[in-house]
């Protein structure tokens, strides 16, 4: 099994442009997160979905969209593109959910914003 | 906001020695769970302790949940190389809708042969 695959792994984008970054899963996980780390500050939430469908925002959705057509897939949108996005990004997958159950992680998407 | 907090923040070591990472908040978490992130790679689960007080070993690593669930420390004996990398606690604090996690900021390992 691949897990969690995440597209790019590397992307420079200019101020103002936009992305979408891919996330598959191949272990029929209903619960799928976006988390992104920078140095020293852990991980942050951004958005997360417990099923097909249905999305909801994390602790930082600001200039992010995600969307879940189906189980396999998340992507997440950047629009107008910012330094401060500047990041590594986690997609992660979770078959109980946060907290009861392990997070399975992505190997992340470095994104640099200039 | 809840905050998980990491100490240290930095450790570097001799191949053999002992080391204690503390992870602290003055939050209660229903459970609480360590990950190990190793460089270019996400964080891989190394354990999930559930009850205060509870105590979890893997193979040189011991795992402490306090017994108030208000912190956590990892233990590591004889560090190795291999230990390397970037250890994370999160916390599902159990207030929250769907027990969302909150990480700490990490304690960067380095363990010198």
């Known amino acids: 099994n691949a897990g969690v695959t995440q597209t790019p792994k590397f992307r420079i984008l200019k101020i103002g442009q936009s992305m979408t970054l891919q996330c598959t899963q191949d272990?029929?996980?209903?619960?799928m997160y976006w988390y992104r780390q920078d140095p020293g500050m852990g991980l942050k939430l951004i958005y997360y979905s417990v099923g097909a469908g249905i999305t909801d925002k994390g602790e930082v959705p600001n200039g992010y969209n995600v969307s879940r057509s189906t189980t396999e897939d998340f992507p997440l949108r950047l629009e107008l593109a910012a330094p401060s996005q500047t990041s590594v990004y986690f997609c992660a997958s979770s078959y109980l959910g946060e907290g009861t159950g392990e997070l399975f992680f992505g190997e992340g998407s470095r994104l640099t914003v200039l | 906001t809840q905050l998980l907090e990491q100490s240290p923040q930095f450790l570097s070591i001799q191949e053999g020695e002992n080391l204690t990472v503390y992870c602290n908040s003055s939050?209660?978490?229903?459970?609480l769970q360590w990950y190990r992130q190793e460089p270019g790679e996400g964080p891989v689960l190394l354990v999930t302790v559930v009850t205060g007080g509870e105590v979890k070993k893997l193979k040189r690593l011991t795992f402490q949940f306090g017994d108030a669930r208000k912190d956590s420390s990892l233990h590591i004996t004889a560090a190795q190389p291999g230990d390397t990398g970037l250890y994370l606690c999160a916390g599902a604090n159990a207030d929250n809708q769907g027990g969302k996690l909150i990480f700490g900021q990490g304690t960067e390992l380095s363990v010198k042969p």
């Open positions: 272990m029929n996980h209903n619960y």
């Open positions: 939050s209660v978490f229903s459970s």
